[in-house]
T-cell receptor, first 112, second 112 residues
């Protein structure tokens, strides 16, 4: 079955460390997105990519970086420059010819 | 992109009752999408209504759209405990990155 896989489900990071969250899709979707969700809050857009080797900053890109070397993959790196990284991170994808996003199950990142 | 604002922020009902959630937005749109998020999970696309449609049904879901008032409503009929989740609306405008922006959502609790 096609879908989006985010890994790991839970991640613990020490302060000052970079950490990379994985997002892989086998839906052949062109666009991919990263969102951050804080407890009881909505989703805020971090980065998005419409095509391979191209991506744009969202509303809260500071302290994060991404790459899009393959259509299927859109990893997110949370750098030490992100001061409050503890949150729930969601990856999504969408096709070129239809509306609607497909979301992964999320990664919960905790700074310890 | 533009963000929808859901109202109420929280809603608690008994099983079997109907649940109505509202969404307001600010500018002209191409379509409006509703998503559900179970606790600790990713969002799931529920239904899309285009700007030239006034009402749409899918199972126990009924969505209305009033473009003159820039508002939409989601009605869940005969609610079940399994409907307990957060619900988000996402107004969509073609262009400008084709991104979706999500508000804080409506947290629905259905008591058995």
């Amino acid at each position: 079955d096609g879908g989006i896989t985010q890994s790991p489900k839970y991640l613990f990071r020490k302060e000052g460390q970079n950490v990379t969250l994985s997002c892989e899709q086998n839906l052949n979707h062109d666009a991919m997105y990263w969102y951050r969700q804080d407890p009881g809050q909505g989703l805020r857009l971090i980065y998005y990519s419409q095509i391979v080797n191209d991506f744009q900053k969202g509303d809260i890109a500071e302290g994060y970086s991404v790459s899009r070397e393959k259509k299927e993959s859109f990893p997110l790196t949370v750098t030490s420059a992100q001061k409050n990284p503890t949150a729930f991170y969601l990856c999504a994808s969408s096709p070129r010819d239809r509306y609607g996003y497909t979301f992964g199950s999320g990664t919960r990142l905790t700074v310890v | 992109s533009q963000q929808g604002e859901e109202d109420p922020q929280a809603l608690s009902i008994q099983e079997g009752e109907n649940a109505t959630m509202n969404c307001s937005y600010k500018t002209s749109i191409n379509n409006l999408q509703w998503y559900r998020q179970n606790s600790g999970r990713g969002l799931v696309h529920l239904i899309l209504i285009r700007s030239n449609e006034r009402e749409k049904h899918s199972g126990r879901l009924r969505v209305t759209l009033d473009t003159s008032k820039k508002s939409s409503s989601l009605l869940i009929t005969a609610s079940r405990a399994a409907d307990t989740a957060s619900y988000f609306c996402a107004p969509f405008v073609v262009g400008a990155g084709n991104m979706l922006t999500f508000g804080g959502g409506t947290r629905l609790m259905v008591k058995p």
